[in-house]
Structures are given as C-alpha cells and as structure tokens.
C-alpha cells in the first residue's frame, strides 16, 4: 500500500506509481557515519568493515522501525502519536527506560536553557 | 495395598487355603498356584482373577463375592463355604488380592525372556485392563514360577524370590522415569496393571540383569514412546554367548533387529497371537535366557565413553543399572542408528522421542544457535563445509572407535558436525562439555530445523508463483512462526505499517461512549454535593447504553 511518506524523495526509488505493489527503497548508508564512532566507542577497530556497519544499521532501522509500528497500534486508540507510547513500549527494559527519561528531562532542561538564554541576550539587547 | 506386604509370605501358603473355597472351580486361584492347568485356565482367570481382584480389594466383606467369583455355576458351594472361611476369605482375599499383584510381577519376569511369546501377555497387562492380562500371564508365571527356580536368581528377569518384596513398593514407584526401567521394562510392565509402560517399579525387580531380552521386550511393549533401545540391543543379543538359548533366542532377536519400525510392528502383531498358548512356552526359554544372561554379566566393563560394539553388546546386558542403562541404551541406539545407516530421520525422530520429555526447553533454546549457524552458512557460503568437515577427523579421536569410522560417512548426510556443536557450546560457554548423545540429538534437531524452515519457504516461493527459493521466503516464514528476526538479510524493502482495522461500527459507538463519559463527568462535576452524585452515574450508566443500542436500530 502507499504510504504518503513525508520524505518520498529519499525513500522512493521506484516512481511512486498508482500501482500499490511499489516498496519504498530503503537508502542505505543513512546511519554510515555516526555508527562508525559508536561501534569504536564501544570497542570495534575505529575504520570498521562497512558490511559490518550495513548489517548494524539494518539492525538498528529494523528495531527502530518494529518499535514504530508497534507504538502506532497502542496510539491509534487515542488516535495521536506520543512519546509515552514508546515509553511505554520499553517499559520492561529499564536500563533503557531510565535511559530514555534521562535524555528526555536534559532536552527539557536544554530547552528550558536555550529559552533563558535568549531572554537574556534579548534584555542585554535592549539593555544596550 | 497395605495387605499385599504383609501378605506375600503368606500368600504361597494361602493358595492351599482358596482351593478349599472354590473346589469346582480352581482355575482362578489354583492356576496360579498350581500352575497346572495354565493353557486352560486362561480362559477362565481372566474374569475371575478380575473378579477377585476387584473384589478382594474393598474389604473382607467380599469373601462372599470372592468365593462367588470363580464361577457363576458354582453358586451352591461358595454359599456353603461362605459361613465357614469368614477369616479364611479375608486372608484368602488378601491372598487373592496379593497374588494378582505377585503374579504379574514375576510373570512379567519370565515373559521377558521370550520375546515374541511373552510380549503379548506383557503387552496386554501394560497397555489394557491388567486384570485380565495379568491373569493370563499370571496362569502362565505361575506354571514358570514353578518350573525354574532361583537357579537363576542371578538373571534379573524373573527372580522368584525377590517378588514376594517386590510387589508392594512397585505401584508406588510407577511414577518414575521411564529410561532407567529399560533394563526392567517387564517387571514393571506386569506391575503396570493401571499404569501404562514400564516405570520405576523395575529398580526395585532389580535383579532384571536380563536386561537385553528385557530391552527387546520393552522395544516391543514400550513401542508407543520411548522404546528405542530395542534395535540397540538386537544386536549383542545375537552376539551374546547364548548357546543354549541361541536357537529360541535368534528368532526374537531377528524381529528386534529388524529396526524399531519392525519392533514396533511386531509389538503389535504379537499381542494378540501368544497370549492364550504363550503361556507354556515361555518357560523353556526362559531359563536359557536366563543362563545366558548370567554367564554374560561377568564382563560388563561400565565404561561410558568407550562405545565399541563389543562394549554395546555388554552393556546392554549390564544394564542392571539405571542410569548406565539409560545412558547406554541411548548410545547404543546412537550407535546403532548411525551403524545401521539408518535415516537420520528416524533416529532423530526417535531420539527426540525418547528424549522429548527431558529435552523440550533445550531444543528451544538450541533453535537460536541453529538460526546463528544457518544465518553464518548462508552468509559464508562455502567456507563453512570446509570448516566442519576437516576438523571433524581429528576431533573424533576421544570420541569412541565407532563413532569415527560412522561418523565420516554420516557427516556428508548432515548439516552439521559434532565439530560445530561443540565450537557452538564452547562460544557459550568455554569449559562446558557435551555428551556425545547430546551432540548427536542436537545435530538432528538442527537437520529437522532446517528442514521444516526449508519446506515451509518453498511452499511460501510457491505461492508467490515463482520458482526460486528467495531470503524472503525464509525469512518470512521465520519471523510469523518463530517470532525470529534476522538482520542483514531484509533487502531494500521497508516494511510499510498497517494500520489496524477497525469497523464503523466500532468507531461510532466508541465515539458516543467518549460522549457520554464527558457528559457524565460533567454532571458530576456540577452535581459533587452528596446525594446527586449517585444518581448522574445511574444515568450515565443508563445513557451510553440508551445510545449504543440506537445506533443498531437505525441500522436495521
């Protein structure tokens, strides 16, 4: 079926014909870059094989994406997409969990950082 | 039960006492006793003997109905006699009652020995109601129990003199494993008047160090799980120094060594012919078996490791002891399937029979290594069969003489090599060592894996009208039924989402409920004071429903 994706110029290789059979290409390499520091930082040699790579992005796209459709049928009740379906979602793994609270009170934080900070450049703008 | 321990001393003297009670007609209680008329009397104990039994077990107050039991002709006497034997029933009940115990048991014994003949009397007492089986096949122990006596105590099979002790504790321990009763299948069996196959009850009959006929009988008898052993043993039986017994002894051990497919037939077959005239010949042969099975005990060497024929052949004589036999029996029907060159279908299917029970968790967790494996063959290609085949040699040195030389021929029939297995089992866990049955088990678990994954991928390429076998296929068909992802091989496919599907139905009604919840909190937000807070619930409760149910209406 066609999904209107949202980015269909890096998905689509294959022309988006009316035809429902047509699967959206995967671009592969999406990940190339960031995964390399990450395998190093956690102990692969710091130019790994890019079949390796490959293979660590297909299993980072495939789990990113079964987390996705799974979040999607607990939303679908409420009819909207939020964070806490993925928390929810990752309740069981509380590393992962802890992990993902973490990160998401520093954007808050970050956020709340980034909006003072503008506050203030605006008052020293108008200060001066 | 309890009468029967106390009771097995006295039972022998008893059986004097019961022909007293039904003079007309002995064959019930003198059968077993007298163990005269054995061929004849099999007609006739197996309702009366299920009579007694029965009867003998609710209370003393069914010496009447004992003494009525032996036949319904005889009315006249059991009520002349019934004033008298009050205390003589009783203990003759207890007897009676005992003696179906007993006699099963040492039956079973003797039964063992000839295969073809005894199996059927065991087969019934194991499979049917054990009343009348056992009656036939105690008519027929008895006449055995008294012909040949303890000379042979040392065979396992049938030792008189350890049955008057035996009987009692046996039922209880039916609850055990099966594997270790392979060396006392029958003792068990003839015990098994309720339970079904051979169980525990044989640690206690013990002494079945006949233990290869006995594993040729269980074969036969335990044909519905867990009867492997009987090709394994087939063989030392022919090679057993058995001159005496050698004659009687080939013609089983032929039908047994056929395979456990013929086994199993042959199981079935023999039921039903032997069991009225087996009862008589079992006892000639018997004692050669039991000769024979003396003479071989000797030069049992219980070591494991060292699975050469010759040690087979011993060791399924030795196998007296319970775990040895389990373990041996298990390697030697390793041994024997893979020196049969049999399908490794069959013996894996038969392993995993035998083993099903113990190994139903590891095959799961052993499917995950297998899909390792198979995703690191696919994506190595060539290099592994190299790999697998050219270690297999040299690691094959500790494992016993036969096992190389069958091994080498089996390799190129399997996927996989023990070598694998073991190199699998060392990436788990570096000091851990598995049995070289285990391994074999596992090497079949991955084949039928394989197979099964294969088959269902071919069907899946079927149906997607094409006649090339894709990944997608496999992996299609892994991830619906084994819940198993395997990256790296998906393509450039995305797997697009589908949206769950719910009817209009369904959405208008949820959306009318999601209305009358607002609307009823609402109200209970205005009406908090007390009293009107239960009445807008009644109404909510009310509402929704007033407003589901017209939807429905409006439909029709």
Same mark, same amino acid.
């Given at each position: 079926?066609?999904? #209107?994706?949202?980015? #269909?110029?890096?998905?689509?290789?294959?022309?988006?014909?009316?035809?429902?059979?047509?699967?959206?290409?995967?671009?592969?390499?999406?990940?190339?870059?960031?995964?390399?520091?990450?395998?190093?930082?956690?102990?692969?040699?710091?130019?790994?094989? #890019?079949?390796?790579?490959?293979?660590?992005?297909?299993?980072?796209?495939?789990?990113?994406?079964?987390?996705?459709?799974?979040?999607?049928?607990?939303?679908?009740?409420?009819?909207?997409?939020?964070?806490?379906?993925?928390?929810?979602?990752?309740?069981?793994?509380?590393?992962?969990?802890?992990?993902?609270?973490?990160?998401?009170?520093?954007?808050?934080?970050?956020?709340?950082?980034?909006?003072?900070?503008?506050?203030?450049?605006?008052?020293?703008?108008?200060?001066? | 039960?309890?009468?029967?321990?106390?009771?097995?001393?006295?039972?022998?003297?008893?059986?004097?006492?019961?022909?007293?009670?039904?003079?007309?007609?002995?064959?019930?209680?003198?059968?077993?006793?007298?163990?005269?008329?054995?061929?004849?009397?099999?007609?006739?104990?197996?309702?009366?003997?299920?009579?007694?039994?029965?009867?003998?077990?609710?209370?003393?107050?069914?010496?009447?109905?004992?003494?009525?039991?032996?036949?319904?002709?005889?009315?006249?006497?059991?009520?002349?006699?019934?004033?008298?034997?009050?205390?003589?029933?009783?203990?003759?009940?207890?007897?009676?009652?005992?003696?179906?115990?007993?006699?099963?048991?040492?039956?079973?014994?003797?039964? *063992?020995?000839?295969?073809?003949?005894? *199996?059927?009397?065991?087969?019934?007492?194991?499979?049917?109601?054990?009343?009348?089986?056992?009656?036939?096949?105690?008519?027929?122990?008895?006449?055995?129990?008294?012909?040949?006596?303890?000379?042979?105590?040392?065979?396992?099979?049938?030792?008189?003199?350890?049955?008057?002790?035996?009987?009692?504790?046996?039922?209880?321990?039916?609850?055990?494993?099966?594997?270790?009763?392979?060396?006392?299948?029958?003792?068990? *069996?003839?015990?098994?008047?309720?339970?079904?196959?051979?169980?525990?009850?044989?640690?206690?009959?013990?002494?079945?160090?006949?233990?290869?006929?006995?594993?040729?009988?269980?074969?036969?008898?335990?044909?519905?799980?867990?009867?492997?052993?009987?090709?394994?043993?087939?063989?030392?039986?022919?090679?057993?120094?058995?001159?005496?017994?050698?004659?009687?002894?080939?013609?089983?051990?032929?039908?047994?060594?056929?395979?456990?497919?013929?086994?199993?037939?042959?199981?079935?077959?023999?039921?039903?012919?032997?069991?009225?005239?087996?009862?008589?010949?079992?006892?000639?042969?018997?004692?050669?078996?039991?000769?024979?099975?003396?003479?071989?005990?000797?030069?049992?060497?219980?070591?494991?490791?060292?699975?050469?024929?010759?040690?087979?052949?011993?060791?399924?004589?030795?196998?007296?002891?319970?775990?040895?036999?389990?373990?041996?029996?298990?390697?030697?029907?390793?041994?024997?399937?893979?020196?049969?060159?049999?399908?490794?279908?069959?013996?894996?299917?038969?392993?995993?029979?035998?083993?099903?029970?113990?190994?139903?968790?590891?095959?799961?967790?052993?499917?995950?290594?297998?899909?390792?494996?198979?995703?690191?063959?696919?994506?190595?290609?060539?290099?592994?069969?190299?790999?697998?085949?050219?270690?297999?040699?040299?690691?094959?040195?500790?494992?016993?003489?036969?096992?190389?030389?069958?091994?080498?021929?089996?390799?190129?029939?399997?996927?996989?090599?023990?070598?694998?297995?073991?190199?699998?089992?060392?990436?788990?866990?570096?000091?851990?060592?598995?049995?070289?049955?285990?391994?074999?088990?596992?090497?079949?678990?991955?084949?039928?894996?394989?197979?099964?994954?294969?088959?269902?991928?071919?069907?899946?390429? /079927?149906?997607? %009208?094409?006649?090339?076998?894709?990944? %997608?296929?496999?992996?299609?068909?892994?991830?619906?039924?084994?819940?198993?992802?395997?990256?790296?091989?998906?393509?450039?496919?995305? %797997?697009?989402? /589908? /949206?769950?599907?719910?009817?209009?139905?369904?959405?208008?009604?949820?959306?009318?409920?999601? /209305?009358?919840?607002?609307?009823?909190?609402?109200?209970?937000?205005?009406?908090?004071?007390?009293?009107?807070?239960?009445?807008?619930?009644?109404?909510?409760?009310?509402?929704?429903?007033?407003?589901?149910?017209?939807?429905?209406?409006?439909?029709?």
């Amino acid at each position: 079926m066609n999904n #209107p994706s949202a980015g #269909p110029s890096s998905k689509t290789k294959v022309g988006s014909s009316q035809s429902s059979e047509t699967s959206f290409k995967r671009k592969r390499g999406v990940f190339q870059k960031d995964l390399q520091h990450m395998m190093y930082g956690f102990g692969d040699d710091p130019n790994p094989f #890019p079949e390796t790579v490959a293979l660590v992005e297909d299993i980072v796209v495939e789990y990113v994406t079964d987390m996705v459709h799974k979040a999607q049928d607990i939303a679908s009740k409420r009819g909207k997409l939020l964070t806490e379906d993925f928390l929810f979602l990752i309740r069981k793994d509380l590393p992962k969990l802890n992990r993902c609270t973490e990160l998401l009170s520093m954007n808050e934080e970050l956020k709340q950082a980034r909006k003072a900070f503008e506050v203030d450049e605006e008052k020293l703008a108008s200060t001066e | 039960m309890e009468q029967q321990t106390p009771t097995p001393p006295p039972s022998t003297p008893q059986p004097p006492e019961l022909p007293q009670q039904p003079p007309p007609s002995p064959s019930p209680p003198t059968p077993t006793t007298t163990a005269s008329t054995a061929s004849s009397s099999a007609a006739l104990p197996p309702p009366i003997t299920a009579t007694t039994s029965t009867s003998s077990l609710p209370s003393t107050t069914t010496s009447p109905p004992l003494l009525s039991l032996p036949s319904p002709s005889q009315n006249p006497q059991p009520p002349t006699s019934t004033p008298t034997p009050n205390t003589q029933t009783r203990p003759a009940a207890a007897a009676a009652f005992n003696r179906a115990w007993q006699q099963p048991t040492p039956i079973s014994h003797f039964a *063992l020995p000839p295969p073809p003949l005894p *199996l059927p009397p065991h087969h019934h007492s194991s499979s049917s109601s054990a009343s009348s089986t056992a009656s036939a096949s105690n008519s027929s122990s008895s006449s055995s129990l008294l012909v040949p006596p303890p000379p042979r105590g040392g065979m396992a099979i049938g030792v008189p003199a350890h049955h008057p002790g035996t009987p009692p504790p046996p039922p209880t321990s039916f609850s055990s494993l099966t594997p270790p009763s392979f060396v006392q299948p029958f003792g068990g *069996l003839g015990r098994n008047v309720t339970d079904s196959g051979p169980t525990s009850s044989s640690s206690q009959v013990r002494p079945t160090v006949g233990g290869m006929q006995g594993i040729g009988m269980m074969g036969t008898l335990g044909s519905s799980s867990a009867m492997r052993p009987p090709g394994v043993p087939v063989r030392p039986v022919q090679s057993s120094p058995r001159p005496q017994s050698s004659p009687s002894i080939q013609s089983p051990a032929t039908q047994n060594f056929q395979g456990h497919g013929m086994l199993r037939v042959s199981s079935v077959g023999s039921p039903g012919s032997p069991s009225p005239g087996s009862s008589q010949s079992p006892q000639p042969q018997n004692q050669p078996w039991l000769n024979s099975g003396s003479q071989v005990k000797p030069p049992l060497p219980p070591s494991r490791p060292q699975v050469s024929p010759q040690s087979m052949q011993q060791r399924s004589h030795i196998s007296q002891q319970h775990h040895h036999a389990m373990t041996t029996t298990s390697q030697q029907q390793q041994a024997s399937s893979s020196q049969q060159s049999q399908q490794p279908s069959t013996s894996g299917a038969g392993t995993q029979e035998h083993y099903g029970q113990q190994l139903p968790q590891s095959r799961i967790q052993q499917s995950l290594p297998n899909q390792q494996q198979i995703a690191r063959n696919l994506s190595l290609g060539t290099q592994r069969p190299s790999h697998s085949t050219i270690p297999s040699s040299p690691v094959q040195p500790g494992l016993p003489n036969r096992a190389p030389s069958a091994e080498p021929e089996e390799s190129c029939n399997r996927i996989l090599s023990k070598r694998s297995i073991q190199e699998l089992v060392s990436n788990v866990d570096a000091s851990e060592k598995l049995d070289p049955e285990v391994e074999d088990i596992l090497v079949d678990i991955a084949e039928d894996f394989v197979d099964s994954i294969t088959t269902f991928g071919c069907s899946l390429a /079927k149906h997607r %009208k094409s006649a090339t076998l894709e990944a %997608k296929d496999i992996l299609l068909h892994l991830e619906r039924n084994w819940n198993t992802t395997l990256p790296g091989f998906s393509g450039d496919e995305i %797997k697009t989402y /589908k /949206k769950p599907f719910t009817s209009d139905i369904h959405r208008e009604r949820l959306a009318v409920i999601k /209305k009358s919840v607002l609307a009823g909190e609402t109200l209970n937000s205005r009406s908090s004071a007390g009293q009107a807070g239960g009445h807008p619930k009644g109404h909510l409760a009310k509402g929704p429903t007033s407003i589901v149910g017209s939807p429905p209406d409006k439909r029709t």
